[in-house]
């Protein structure tokens, strides 16, 4: 079946360091590919997608590459700020089943000033 | 995108208990979702509710434990049955929009059972 591997956390990183939180998928189909993103007290939001391969999303200054090749999707920004603190999801969704979205097990990232 | 609600957005229940679920949408959608997360830990999905049918349970959920209620296209309800603390969560609605790519996901109820 699907899956999503992301990386452990907690990460820790000074404000404007450079993140990367790495996720990795394995899937029967030719999924989408999601960066959820959950702040404190909050619900999930859609922080970017990519729908082909090499596709880019970029919202808020994060950045993802859909690579085939390597099956991964790694989100990372430049210079992170202490309001990017959150909870960070990587998810797909395979349009030749469920259409449901599979999650990995999230990556906590505390930004401190 | 879609607006979500969710209600209660948090509910304190007793072991033994039931609680049901409201997610409201503002406009029609056709598939809808039920996840929860448990505390500390990402997202599982529950069942996939669809208008004029019954609801598809993944594996490990019942619809004896999860009855989920999907009367029109702007509206869904899951029932938690005979509550114990292991069901204490966070239970999240998603729809799916535009062209089929992305979900978007109401705030969220937060269930403890004591």
């Known amino acids: 079946g699907d899956s999503v591997t992301q990386m452990e956390g907690p990460v820790t990183l000074s404000e404007e360091a450079f993140l990367t939180i790495n996720c990795t998928y394995t899937?029967?189909?030719?999924?989408?590919l999601f960066w959820y993103v959950q702040y404190p007290g909050e619900g999930l939001q859609l922080l970017l997608k990519a729908t082909k391969a090499d596709d880019k999303g970029s919202n808020k200054g994060f950045e993802a590459t859909y690579r085939k090749e390597t099956t991964s999707f790694h989100l990372e920004k430049g210079s992170v700020q202490v309001s990017d603190s959150a909870v960070y999801f990587c998810a797909l969704s395979d349009y030749t089943g469920r259409r449901a979205l599979t999650f990995g097990s999230g990556t906590r990232l505390q930004v401190q000033p | 995108s879609a607006v979500i609600s969710q209600k209660p957005s948090r509910d304190i229940c007793q072991r033994g208990t039931s609680l049901t679920i409201q997610c409201q949408v503002d406009s029609q959608v056709t598939m809808m979702f039920w996840y929860r997360q448990q505390p500390g830990q990402s997202l599982t999905l529950i069942a996939t509710?669809?208008?004029?049918?019954?609801?598809?349970?993944e594996s490990g959920f019942v619809i004896d434990k999860f009855p989920i209620s999907r009367p029109n296209l702007t509206f869904s309800t899951l029932t938690v049955s005979n509550m114990s603390p292991e069901d204490s969560s966070i239970y999240l609605c998603?729809?799916?929009?535009?062209?089929?790519?992305?979900?978007?996901f109401g705030p969220g109820t937060r269930l403890t059972v004591l």
């Open positions: 899937a029967t189909g030719y999924p989408s």
């Open positions: 509710a669809n208008q004029g049918s019954e609801a598809t349970y």
């Open positions: 998603s729809v799916e929009e535009g062209q089929g790519v992305e979900q978007f």
